[in-house]
């Protein structure tokens, strides 16, 4: 009986690399810095996906791949010590020191200035409706919902839109 689930088991992320193992390849490459890490990951994909006993029970085996793969990728990069950075960035701050420079550090504003100056440029990089949805909910605080209304598409793909440009965003080279 084991030998039997093992096999099933083995059949099933075969049959999952061949589908997907490129894109699942390219998904890694956009999520990682370095291409051999990509390759370790996606091995690291497919032993996971071998030690499902019956993958007859997966419904949506490409979401279910993705699913794991970007756990995957996720635990590679907290053991690897990848701290994501936040940037913030306060318009308003900026103006009121911008209006009072006197009271901050010439230090300070030049930073601030460039953080500015590299958001606005990454921004430029982002697709009309990637940037639109972005600042409908960062900037303005739309909801997925009000957002799909507004633009008249499902929420689903608002929320789409919103991961992709995240992902843009996240990939993009900062200064520090």
């Not at 990454?122 to 949805?133: D, F, G, I």
């Amino acid at each position: 009986m084991k030998i039997k689930s093992a096999k099933r088991a083995a059949s099933f992320a075969e049959a999952a690399f061949e589908h997907y193992g490129a894109q699942l390849h390219r998904f890694l490459l956009r999520r990682l810095r370095h291409p051999h890490d990509a390759e370790d990951l996606a091995q690291e994909v497919f032993m996971r996906l071998s030690r499902i006993e019956n993958g007859d029970f997966v419904r949506q085996p490409r979401a279910y791949l993705f699913g794991v793969a970007s756990h995957v990728a996720c635990e590679f990069e907290m053991r690897a010590g990848v701290a994501r950075e936040c940037i913030t960035f306060d318009s308003e701050a900026l103006e009121r020191q911008a209006e009072h420079p006197g009271q901050v550090a010439p230090d300070d504003l030049a930073e601030q200035l460039d953080t500015q100056r590299q958001l606005r440029e990454a921004l430029a990089q982002l697709t009309a409706m990637h940037l639109t949805v972005f600042l409908l909910h960062k900037r303005d605080g739309y909801s997925y919902d009000e957002i799909g209304q507004k633009l008249e598409l499902p929420a689903r793909k608002i929320e789409s839109y919103l991961a992709e440009a995240k992902a843009q965003l996240r990939m993009m080279k900062w200064d520090r």
